[in-house]
């Protein structure tokens, strides 16, 4: 997605999150989770490829603009603006529909 927003090189990005499973992973570089680690390594090598960061920042799920999303609710959101569409991995192309 960052790629798709035209990212610079050497930025650091800061990924808002209420979960502490996603905080943990950005922070420690790692998870516990073999698939979360899997799909980990893929990310990481994207960013060291186009040189850029990312850290996550805590926040509530009140403040959490991608929670209401998350559930459906597209409330507020100009999808031209704020909404990019990304490609679908392949692992998950069964069972998704992507518009």
Known sequence: ?????????????YVDTDNTTTEAAIKKRHSKNVAVNDEWRLIQD??????INICSR???TEDNRADR???GDATGFTPKKEMVLTNL?????EIFTQT
């Open 1 to 13: 997605m960052l790629l798709a927003l035209g990212v610079q090189p050497g930025r650091t990005y």
């Open 46 to 51: 994207i960013l060291l490829l186009h040189e």
């Open 58 to 60: 805590r926040v509530t």
């Open 69 to 71: 999303l998350s559930r």
């Open 89 to 93: 991995p392949e692992d998950l192309a």
